[in-house]
T-cell receptor
Framework: AQSVTQPDIHITVSEGASLELRCNYS??????LFWYVQSPGQGLQLLLK??????LVQGIKGFEAEFKRSQSSFNLRKPSVHWSDAAEYFC????????????FGKGTRLSVIA | DAGVTQSPTHLIKTRGQQVTLRCSPK?????VSWYQQALGQGPQFIFQ???????QRGNFPDRFSGHQFPNYSSELNVNALLLGDSALYLC??????????????FGDGTRLSIL
């Protein structure tokens, strides 16, 4: 069964500092990969997705992620964090064979300090 | 362009009751998926509706059922509510059914509290 692991439950960074959120997946082939962000009391907003091709994908709000097949990772990065980036971030694996639904990690909560 | 809308935003029920949650997909989308997000957890897939039929189901009991209407909107019904059903219920819409690679767009959810 496919699974997603986000090793960091909570990360605190200073405003203006760089950010990297880790995501590892378990799957027999190349999956579709997603990063979503959830602000308190709100639903999930898609930041970016990877289906195929260039392993470095650009998303909204200045985020990017890099797919590394050898490490089964899809880490999310941002060069300079803003206070408004404080939220919960979820990595997810999507269906490519039609037999598996969207599977989410447990999330990483990002706090931003001045 | 309206996104995914869910109603109600909050709901309080007692054990044993039944509840119906509603979802209108993003304009142009024909597929609706439902997820349950317990506190401190990632969303878990309940089921997906496409062409008014349940196409795929997660590991949830039969107490959870749904429906999709001709206008693509959807309902999630939960019978015999348990305390453990307290969660944020998220609706996501997409285009093209389960085999499509189109990303899912999420609503803001319905917060269900069971007393």
């Amino acid at each position: 069964a496919q699974s997603v692991t986000q090793p960091d439950i909570h990360i605190t960074v200073s405003e203006g500092a760089s950010l990297e959120l880790r995501c590892n997946y378990s799957y027999g082939a190349t999956p579709y990969l997603f990063w979503y962000v959830q602000s308190p009391g709100q639903g999930l907003q898609l930041l970016l997705k990877y289906f195929s091709g260039d392993t470095l994908v650009q998303g909204i709000k200045g985020f990017e992620a890099e797919f590394k097949r050898s490490q089964s990772s899809f880490n999310l990065r941002k060069p300079s964090v803003h206070w408004s980036d404080a939220a919960e971030y979820f990595c997810a694996v999507g269906p490519i064979s039609g037999n598996t639904p969207l599977v989410f990690g447990k999330g990483t909560r990002l706090s931003v300090i001045a | 362009d309206a996104g995914v809308t869910q109603s109600p935003t909050h709901l309080i029920k007692t054990r044993g009751q039944q509840v119906t949650l509603r979802c209108s997909p993003k304009s142009g989308h024909d597929t609706v998926s439902w997820y349950q997000q317990a506190l401190g957890q990632g969303p878990q897939f309940i089921f997906q509706y496409y062409e008014e039929e349940e196409r795929q189901r997660g590991n949830f009991p039969d107490r959870f059922s749904g429906h999709q209407f001709p206008n693509y909107s959807s309902e999630l019904n939960v019978n015999a509510l348990l305390l453990g059903d307290s969660a944020l219920y998220l609706c996501a819409s997409s285009l093209g059914g389960f085999y499509s690679n189109q990303p899912q767009h999420f609503g803001d959810g319905t917060r269900l509290s069971i007393l």
